[in-house]
Nanobody, 117 residues
């Protein structure tokens, strides 16, 4: 069973930065996008940013220009650089990937990001 292990969450003031990282324990699909979703209290989980093995990215409109997603296929990792953080970015951030393009979604355990003064 492939495991996704996230790190890097925490508490930051508005305008600050955080970097999230996620590592897969085994090989995962390069074709299927790997990336990040988040869930705020009382809300549904939503896409934040994803990236394919070829480098094609997809961002939520709310984070465009502030967040940068990157991927290292050889290391089976994905990172999310979050800049100019806002209180509305607060939530649990989950890493997502698939073993193969048609496999079920894999999810990490989640890492808390809190943006507050």
């Amino acid at each position: 069973q492939v495991q996704l292990v996230e790190s890097g969450g925490g508490l930051v003031q508005p305008g600050g930065s955080l970097r999230l990282s996620c590592a897969a324990s085994e090989s995962i699909s390069i074709i299927y996008p790997m990336g990040w979703y988040r869930q705020a209290p009382g809300k549904q989980r939503e896409l934040v940013a994803t990236i394919t093995g070829g480098g094609t990215t997809n961002y939520a409109d709310s984070v465009k220009g502030r967040f940068i997603v990157s991927r290292d296929n050889a290391k089976r990792t994905v990172a999310l650089q979050m800049n100019s953080l806002k209180p509305e970015d607060t939530g649990v951030y989950y890493c997502n990937a698939r073993k193969t393009r048609s496999s079920p979604d894999l999810w990490g355990q989640g890492t808390q990001v809190t943006v507050s003064s």
